[in-house]
């Protein structure tokens, strides 16, 4: 997801509403330290020196739709214990982009799920729980709160993991608010199978989960296709998208191809509830009016910023902006390149069949100019390649204080277009050298040149290849704008 598309999205959430519904449950974190062994049974024994109590399960969903700036209307079961209580304080402390609407079920427990970690590793998990469907009065009272709760919501998300809450009688009661308003309704589902969710708009298993209801292997790009199949066939959900960890996600709506989503590789330090932060913002953005495509890279984005965080943790607008850049920063550094670099580059992309193009200059202050000349130079290629003077090279050529940005700098800005696939850096006064490594099919110059005058043209008609003239933008060059600067500083 680029920037421009992401900010445009962030500003459609705040104030949109989604409901959500499903087991809720207490996420209790213990952290310590671990020095020594048990001398009553061979188990390391944790100094605990911290804990944290926060929202999980569908209250986790709850929390990243509010982190992400939307409103949500939380309908949940919770015991008449400690546990309870305390679910009621995380979502007041939440309110009032969280609306609780919590039913109270004295005959069961709160779900409570206990990690002890040392080192950002996790020890041991104990849960408190109980799994049986709630049935009687408990459902009726809970039907009732779904309904009330999502008036005005744009999806009902449902949140499924076999903890009794998510019954049929349930799941009719939020196809019903679907018909009365229009809402899509969005699953994450734990379930052995998907026919009790009916038509539903999306199912979103991981992976093994998928393998799990369709008894069939899940690990490669065609066994997930023919997975996604078989659910498709077996069940009525109108379409199947399948969280796949590092290798992205993968969709499959009825009467169309699988689609698969790669997702950028990140660090993962805990990966607890990243599969409810990445419903949430599926939900949320689908109620922002996004299409599916969008909401799924936005979905991505969010989860992996999620994993890089400790605990159960919700992600926010300005983290999402800071991966995006923190990802485009990467992308840019990694089309800086070699000469020798360079030349595996040029040789793959003609396997390919791709025509290569080649332009140089120093690119010091970039500006609307250079901007222009670099679009129309792609244009005339399927891969276009940029040489760039070092500092020394361009203070030869252009006199002392000059360049005004360094070589990392210029470098860096010129890979961030989206016109250049690959800058390459040279000493020299020309960039001969560079020239006679990528054997471009095409060298472009600007149109203040002529074609005789373009270093490297000869060499490059030698193999075949051509010299194309770009148009200057009139009134933009680097002198231009330090005359500007110098004149404006003087000024002041």
Same mark, same amino acid.
């Given at each position: ?9 962030? +500003? ?5 509403? $989604? ?27 944790? *100094? ?25 209307? !939380? ?14 304080? !995380? ?12 039913? =109270? ?8 799920? =206990? ?20 049935? @009687? /009065? ?32 349930? #799941? ?27 038509? #539903? ?18 690990? =490669?790009?065609? &066994?997930? &296709?023919?997975? #996604?199949?078989?659910?498709? &066939? ?8 399948? =969280? ?13 191809? $699988? ?26 953005? $689908?109620?922002? %009016? ?78 609307? @100019? ?6 129309? *130079? ?27 940005? /360094? ?8 890979? +961030? ?30 149109? /203040? ?14 193999? %075949? ?6 148009? #200057? $933008? ?8 330090? *005359? ?9």
């Amino acid at each position: 997801m680029d920037l421009a598309a992401l900010q445009h999205l962030l +500003g459609d959430l705040p104030g949109k509403r $989604v409901a959500c519904v499903g087991d809720l449950m207490v996420d209790r974190f213990v952290y310590g330290s671990v020095s020594r062994v048990s001398p009553e049974a061979p188990i390391p024994i944790l *100094a605990r020196s911290r804990e944290l109590k926060m929202l999980g399960g569908a209250g986790n969903v709850a929390r990243n739709i509010a982190a992400l700036g939307g409103s949500v209307a !939380l309908v949940g079961l919770i015991g008449g214990d400690a546990e309870g209580h305390e679910a009621l304080r !995380l979502v007041g402390e939440e309110e009032p982009a969280i609306e609780g609407y919590l039913v =109270t079920d004295a005959d069961r427990p709160t779900t409570l799920k =206990t990690r002890f970690i040392s080192g950002g590793q996790q020890l041991l998990r104990v849960d408190l729980e109980e799994s049986r469907a709630v049935a @009687g /009065d408990v459902e009726q009272r809970l039907i009732r709160t779904l309904k009330d709760a999502a008036r005005g919501a744009g999806v009902v998300l449902i949140s499924d993991y076999g903890k009794g809450v998510v019954t049929d009688a349930v #799941i009719a009661a939020a196809h019903e608010v679907a018909a009365e308003t229009g809402a899509k309704v969005i699953v994450d589902s734990k379930a052995r199978s998907f026919a009790r969710y009916g038509d #539903i708009d999306l199912v979103k298993p991981n992976a093994a989960e998928l393998g799990y209801a369709t008894d069939l292997p899940t690990e =490669t790009d065609e &066994e997930l &296709e023919a997975a #996604i199949g078989r659910a498709l &066939e077996l069940w009525s959900t109108r379409g199947v998208l399948v =969280t796949r960890a590092a290798k992205g996600v993968s969709l499959g709506l009825r009467g169309q191809p $699988v689609r698969h989503f790669r997702t950028v590789a990140r660090e993962v330090f805990d990966a607890s509830g990243a599969g409810d932060t990445a419903l949430a913002a599926l939900g949320l953005s $689908v109620a922002a %009016g996004a299409d599916l495509e969008t909401a799924i890279a936005f979905a991505q984005l969010a989860s992996g910023v999620a994993v890089s965080k400790a605990g159960t943790a919700t992600v926010s607008p300005d983290e999402l902006v800071e991966a995006v850049l923190s990802a485009h920063t990467a992308v840019a550094e990694g089309k800086v390149a070699t000469i020798q670099r360079l030349g595996e580059e040029v040789a793959r992309w003609r396997a390919q069949g791709l025509r290569v193009g080649f332009t140089n200059g120093c690119f010091d202050i970039l500006h609307k @100019g250079h901007v222009a000349y670099l679009a129309q *130079a792609r244009t005339w290629c399927d891969r276009l390649i940029v040489g760039v003077n070092s500092d020394a090279s361009v203070r030869a050529l252009k006199g002392e204080g000059r360049p005004v940005n /360094d070589l990392e700098s210029r470098a860096l800005v010129l890979a +961030g277009l989206r016109s250049v696939d690959l800058v390459a850096p040279f000493d020299e006064d020309t960039p001969v050298r560079l020239i006679q490594a990528a054997r471009p099919d095409v060298l472009i110059k600007g149109a /203040d040149y002529s074609e005789d005058q373009v270093v490297g043209g000869d060499l490059v008609k030698s193999w %075949g290849g051509e010299v194309k003239l770009a148009a #200057i $933008v009139e009134g933009y060059s680097t002198s231009a704008a330090i *005359a500007r600067l110098v004149k404006k500083e003087q000024s002041a």
